[in-house]
Antibody, heavy 119, light 110 residues
């Protein structure tokens, strides 16, 4: 079954870091980029970054650059998104998505991971 | 980079057609045919409904169609149905090899 399965919900204190995983199955992991998108409560989707799962190249949005690192483990068919120096504004659902054959075609999504930042 | 511009809300009666616009710039929508649209129901992950401006993935209703003129892309929903009530987002590739979403449009079926 072609799917992306993400790690479970997290509660973090301000200033901490969070690492969300995204496990791919049912397709060749290294044939597609993985994108990371977040959605704060009641807000719109926000693109965070991508990783070329084959070569490991990454690209990040200006908003989170410097605080985010996206990595992958090809042997485990897993991608990871780590966000540091968390504030309450980082409270959101984080999604990983597979980018299909064309740019900006997010054709497969994970179920989402809720991250709550609260003291 | 600011989000692509979408109307906050659009409404229509069952059976009618509605159109959602998505306005960008020459650095994204205006210069690339890599525009996609997503439908998101409350509490659910987004679902791809249009890619490459006007292509529909397998399994998506042909009531959904996409187009582009200049720096504005559009999503049209024909024969509006109750199940179409959801949030809709556009996305574009950019000249910086990043991706950018629109602010989202809430579709209400009256």
């Amino acid at each position: 079954q072609v799917q992306l399965v993400q790690s479970g919900a997290e509660v973090k204190e301000p200033g901490a870091s969070v690492k969300v995983s995204c496990k791919a199955s049912g397709y060749t992991f290294t044939s597609y980029y993985i994108q990371w998108v977040r959605q704060a409560p009641g807000q719109s989707l926000e693109w965070m970054g991508w990783i070329d799962t084959d070569y490991g190249y990454t690209k990040y949005s200006e908003k989170v650059r410097g605080r985010v690192t996206i990595t992958r483990d090809t042997s485990a068919s897993e991608a990871y998104m780590e966000l540091r120096s968390l504030t309450s504004e980082d409270t959101a659902v984080f999604y990983c998505a597979r980018e299909g054959r064309s740019a900006s075609t997010f054709d497969l999504w994970g179920q989402g991971t809720m991250v709550i930042v609260s003291s | 980079q600011s989000a692509l511009t979408q109307p906050a809300s659009v409404s229509g009666s069952p059976g009618q057609s509605i159109t959602i616009s998505c306005t960008g710039t020459g650095r994204d929508v205006g210069n690339y045919n890599y525009v996609s649209w997503y439908q998101q129901h409350p509490g659910k992950a987004p679902q791809l409904i249009i890619h490459d401006v006007s292509r529909r993935p397998s399994g998506v209703s042909d009531r959904f169609s996409g187009s582009k003129s200049g720096s504005t892309a559009s999503l049209t929903i024909s024969g509006l149905q109750a199940e179409d009530e959801a949030d809709y987002y556009c996305n574009s590739y950019t000249s910086s090899n990043t991706r950018i979403f629109g602010g989202g449009t809430k579709v209400t079926v009256l």
